[in-house]
């Protein structure tokens, strides 16, 4: 650690050395001169030496004491003004260095933010696509449930109508049987049949079964139909176009339409 001190010292550029070494050369400066005799030059160049000048300020007057300790003084003022201006020249130099420094790792540490943030931004939009997509299959599980609970009620009133005692008409159940056909398929030929019924009851037929005799002895099919239809419509806007579409090509504002016909025979 010393020899460190003494290497940062000795350095060439170092201002304190250089105003020590100034500071000693005027001191040694005025040693020597104390030590000259004091001369008095005479007519002819005749000199006449007696005493030192040291000896020669011990006896001086104070105003001549004092000018030679501020001339002194002055000498070493300036050494010393010359050596402080250098170390603040190298000290902002240092600070402009840090300060250059320090802006560059200021811009790596906002590119560096800048990155995290449009990852973060990334993420936080995946995580959005996710839970869209999840929010999505739930609600496709759901229509898929409610869809299949609509076939299991049509399923459950064809029964009652080919088994009970409104089976009496030539135009048979106002619900078809569902024979193995897949859900699409099923409403699909369940809208058929509706829609053929209707314009037989708008035509008058007699051999159709009035409106308000299909739910007669079963006005509870027809509320939990109605409830359903219901369902399917209020989670329309949470689907995915995908599944939006599915209810366009089924035409189930039809069916609903269909269904709600009912709603004047039996409520």
């Known amino acids: 650690m010393v020899e460190k001190a003494q290497d940062r010292f000795w350095r060439q550029n170092n201002p304190i050395m250089w105003g020590v070494l100034a500071t000693a050369s005027v001191v040694a400066f005025g040693a020597w001169t104390a030590a000259q005799p004091v001369c008095q030059t005479y007519f002819w160049f005749l000199r006449n030496c007696s005493g030192t000048k040291w000896a020669a300020f011990l006896d001086a007057g104070p105003n ?14 300036f050494v010393w003004l010359i050596s402080t201006v250098w170390l603040q020249g190298q000290e902002l130099v240092a600070q402009r ?3 250059v420094l320090s802006r560059a790792e200021y811009e790596k540490m906002v590119i560096a933010m800048e990155a995290q943030a449009v990852a973060m931004g990334e993420q936080s939009a995946l995580f959005t696509d996710e839970r869209k997509q999840r929010e999505y299959d739930r609600a496709a ?4 449930s409610l869809l299949e609970g609509l076939v299991g009620r049509f399923e459950a009133q064809a029964d009652f109508e080919n088994n ?5 008409s030539s135009f048979g159940s106002v619900f078809v049987e569902r024979k193995g ?12 049949r509706l829609s053929l019924y209707w314009d037989l ?5 007699t051999e159709v079964l009035a409106p308000d005799k299909v739910f007669e002895n079963n006005r509870q099919a027809y509320a939990l139909i109605y409830e359903i239809a219901c369902s399917i419509s209020a989670i329309r806007d949470s689907l995915e176009v ?4 599915r209810l366009r090509n089924l035409n189930f504002d039809d069916l609903k339409k269909q269904i709600n016909r009912f709603r004047d025979a039996v409520l």
């Open 64 to 77: 001549e004491v004092g000018d030679t300790l501020a001339g002194f003084a002055g000498a070493l003022a």
């Open 97 to 99: 260095k840090e300060l």
């Open 141 to 144: 599980r759901h229509l898929q």
């Open 164 to 168: 009970g005692d409104n089976s009496g």
């Open 181 to 192: 056909r897949g859900v699409n398929e099923y409403l699909e030929a369940s809208l058929s």
């Open 201 to 205: 009851v708008d035509e008058g037929d």
């Open 242 to 245: 995908d599944q939006r579409q």
